[in-house]
C-alpha cells in the first residue's frame, strides 16, 4: 500500500482536511463521534492492495473548519456526498462507525447513486436503540474520559494483551471546544432512520462488537434484517472498537465485500 497524503480541499465553504491511501476501490471511511480522520491508522494497512482508502475530518473535527452555525446528519451526509465528487469519483464504498456510521445511513438514503457498498461498523439507526453513556461522560474528569472511553471500545484482555493498541486509540481521540462538542451532539439528537431502512439500496455489510456495551447485537441484527439483502457479521471477543481490537478480520470483510461490488 502507498503512503498516506494528508491534504486539504474546500466543500460547500468548509475547508476540509482528508487523507488517501492505497490505490483501486475508493473506500470512504467515517470517524466517530469521539474520533477524526486519524481513528482509521491501524485499520487502513490491513484492507490491502486494491482500494483507496480516504478519510477525512468532520464538522467540528481535527483540521476541518467550519463556523458555528448548527448542522444536523443530512448536512453531514451532504458534506461527504461533496467531497466525493470534489475527488473526482462518481460512486464510492462508504464505511462508517459508530457515529459515522449514523451519516452513512443517512448518505445511502440521500445520495443512493453514489454508494457502491455501504459498511455500517457499530452503529445504530436510532439513538433510542443504544445505551445512555452520555450522562455518565457528563461527570467525568479529564483522565476518567479517556479511560471511559477505552474500556468502551476495547475489552480489558485487548487492552491488556496489547499496550500498542491502546496507545493507537489514544491518538485516535480528539478532544473539542465545548461548543463543538455542543453542535456535534446536536446533529444526532433525534437520529431515527428505522422506518426506512428497507429504502437502503446499496449492498451491505453489518459489522458489530459481540460485546458491544454502547450498542448492543441485537440492534445490528435488527438492522441487518431490514435492509434488503444485508450481511450480518458479529465479531467475537470485541466491544465496540470494531476497527480497533477487530481490525485485522473487520478489514478482511470489509476487503472483500468491497472487492466483490467493484465501482464499476
Known amino acids: 500500500m502507498s503512503s498516506r497524503v494528508f ?65 444536523d446528519l443530512a448536512r453531514l451526509a451532504d458534506d461527504c456526498a461533496n467531497l466525493v465528487q470534489a475527488l473526482g469519483h462518481e460512486r464510492v464504498h462508504v464505511l462508517g462507525a459508530s457515529f459515522g456510521g449514523m451519516i452513512a445511513m443517512q448518505l445511502a438514503l440521500r445520495h443512493p447513486g453514489r454508494i457502491a457498498s455501504l459498511i455500517l461498523a457499530g452503529t445504530t439507526p436510532s439513538l433510542a436503540m443504544t445505551e445512555s453513556v452520555t450522562d455518565r461522560i457528563a461527570t467525568l474528569q479529564p483522565g476518567e474520559h479517556t479511560q471511559f472511553i477505552l474500556d468502551l471500545v476495547l475489552t480489558p484482555e485487548g487492552q491488556a494483551a496489547d499496550p500498542e493498541l491502546v496507545a493507537d ?45 454502547v450498542i448492543r447485537p441485537t440492534v445490528a441484527e435488527f438492522m441487518a434484517a431490514r435492509i434488503p439483502g444485508a450481511r450480518l457479521e458479529i465479531l467475537p471477543h470485541t466491544r465496540h472498537g470494531v476497527t480497533f481490537e477487530a481490525r485485522r478480520h473487520a478489514a478482511a470483510l470489509v476487503r472483500d465485500f468491497v472487492l466483490g461490488h467493484p465501482v464499476a
Open 7 to 71: 491534504q486539504r480541499t474546500t466543500v460547500d465553504g468548509v475547508e476540509t482536511a482528508y487523507l488517501t491511501s492505497g490505490e483501486g476501490e475508493p473506500l470512504v471511511l467515517l470517524h466517530g463521534g469521539e474520533g477524526h480522520r486519524g481513528q482509521f491508522d491501524t485499520f487502513r494497512p490491513w484492507l490491502g492492495d486494491g482500494i483507496r482508502a480516504i478519510s477525512y475530518d468532520q464538522r467540528d473535527t481535527g483540521d476541518t473548519r467550519n463556523g458555528p452555525e448548527p448542522y
Open 169 to 213: 486509540l489514544r491518538r485516535a481521540l480528539r478532544s473539542r471546544p465545548a461548543d463543538a462538542d455542543a453542535r456535534r451532539a446536536a446533529a444526532a439528537h433525534g437520529h431515527d432512520c428505522t422506518a426506512r431502512l428497507a429504502e437502503i439500496t446499496a449492498p451491505t455489510l453489518v459489522l458489530h462488537g459481540a460485546d458491544d456495551l
